[in-house]
């Protein structure tokens, strides 16, 4: 008898607290929205094309990156099943390794970092069922300013230490995205967004020592958590 | 009349005397070496400036370049060598380069004359601005018209720090009265017996 009243206490509990969820799981609702995330950026390796003209010499060299963060925020609007965003991200990858076939240099443990920042127009289907979690996908694009820093490293073949493996610069690149998600509700307004983003650009040059320059394209792999508030 | 003839013909003796005993003492300087008589070397110092190139990573191009020197040297960069400085740190850009060689000794400096041994031939001063190594190594070629075909000569390396002359390897002189060793170091070498 006793166990019995306990299951049925401890159902009506857990019907009480499904409640809000139940209805937050509810018919898509349009209104505008602000979100905000953090989280991981892992670039992909990526060839840097280093072009010089006195000697003349071309490397193409492989960069290797450790993961570094992911910041940005959103404002949208819901149109209900669609919805169109505006985008501010920061994301940035530490340069872990550089080397180059040709030359055979191979610069370990290296001091450097590749930023992006981003101007996105985002647009994310939001399939709507009846639990609080909402599965999204969608992409955007839009522009990015990506920063290559001065980059150190010492070469573990000869022992060379190197204090412009890349030089200091940025450039102004296109930008793309795709991704997917979950937006889990947590009441009428607030809720949260488990999102993933392959992030890619165009070719980026940077040109600081021209006619000398450094060509790269940025690819990254980018998970975050937000949070978003329905007005 | 006849005291004039003898005194004058006293006088013719000695002449010629003098100028016998005189050509005796004079030789024309060569030195006598394993039975071939070679001419000696000029002892001024002979200089040759220039300039070559390296990438930001230090590396030069990729092609060989031949470095500005002296007549009686001959240095080879090959493709893609990269220069260090004394911290093994890369060298980039335009780096002036003097080259010297001489096989008057006395023309080095009062510090690196103080412990070099006495069988030196001559030697050759690499300089690269801040660059002092190579990476691989240069190879020199050197006329040691002094040593004949087939002698083995030691080439030691000056070490500024210490002040010694080290022995880094010995060569044979070619028939053609030349040496060619690999040069790691950018600095001064002596050519020694």
């Known amino acids: ?231 | 009349m006849k005291n004039i003839s003898k005194r004058f013909a006293a006088l013719l003796l000695a002449a010629v005397i003098c100028l016998g005993l005189g050509a005796c003492g004079t030789g024309d300087g060569d030195q006598l070496v394993d039975g071939t008589l070679i001419p000696s070397l000029p002892s001024t110092v002979s200089v040759k400036t220039g300039t070559i190139a390296t990438d930001s990573w230090g590396y030069t191009g990729s092609t060989p370049v031949q470095v500005a020197a002296p007549s009686q040297a001959e240095i080879l960069i090959s493709g893609r060598t990269l220069l260090m400085d004394d911290s093994l740190r890369v060298v980039s850009g335009n780096i002036p380069t003097k080259i010297s060689f001489s096989s008057d000794r006395t023309t080095l400096s009062r510090a690196a004359q103080a412990y070099i041994p006495a069988d030196c031939i001559a030697y050759l001063d690499i300089s690269m601005g801040s660059a002092k190594s190579a990476f691989p190594e240069l190879s020199v070629t050197v006329d040691v018209g002094v040593a004949a075909a087939g002698t083995t000569l030691t080439l030691r390396n000056y070490d500024v720090a210490t002040g010694k002359w080290i022995a880094a390897q010995t060569t044979v002189v070619s028939s053609t009265g030349k040496i060619t060793f690999p040069a790691k170091q950018l600095s001064l070498w002596g050519i020694f017996r």
């Open chain 1, 1 to 231: 008898m006793k166990v019995r009243r306990s299951l049925v206490a401890i159902s009506a509990l857990i019907g009480i607290a499904a409640i809000p969820a139940v209805s937050l799981a509810s018919p898509p609702r349009p209104a505008g929205y602000l979100s905000l995330f953090l989280g991981a950026s892992a670039p992909q390796d990526t060839t840097v094309t280093i072009s010089e003209f006195n000697p003349v010499a071309t490397k193409d060299a492989r960069a290797q990156f450790d993961p570094g963060i992911n910041i940005g925020g959103t404002a949208g609007y819901d149109f209900g099943f669609f919805r169109l965003e505006g985008e501010m991200s920061y994301k940035r990858g530490e340069i872990s390794k550089v080397t180059e076939q040709t030359y055979g240099t191979r610069y370990l443990n290296t001091d450097g970092h590749l930023g992006a920042f981003a101007m996105m127009m985002n647009g994310f289907f939001d399939l709507h069922n009846e639990s609080p979690v909402t599965p999204y996908l969608g992409g955007g694009m839009g522009f990015s300013t990506i920063g290559l820093s001065r980059t150190r490293g010492v070469d573990a073949s000869t022992g060379a230490r190197n204090d412009h493996i890349f030089q200091s610069d940025y450039d102004n690149v296109f930008a793309y995205q795709a991704g997917a998600g979950l937006d889990i509700a947590l009441n009428r307004h607030l809720s949260l967004d488990l999102g993933y983003r392959y992030f890619g650009t165009s070719r980026a040059s940077f040109t600081k020592d021209w006619p000398n320059s450094t060509d790269l394209k940025l690819a990254s792999h980018n998970a975050a958590v937000g949070l978003r508030v329905k007005f």
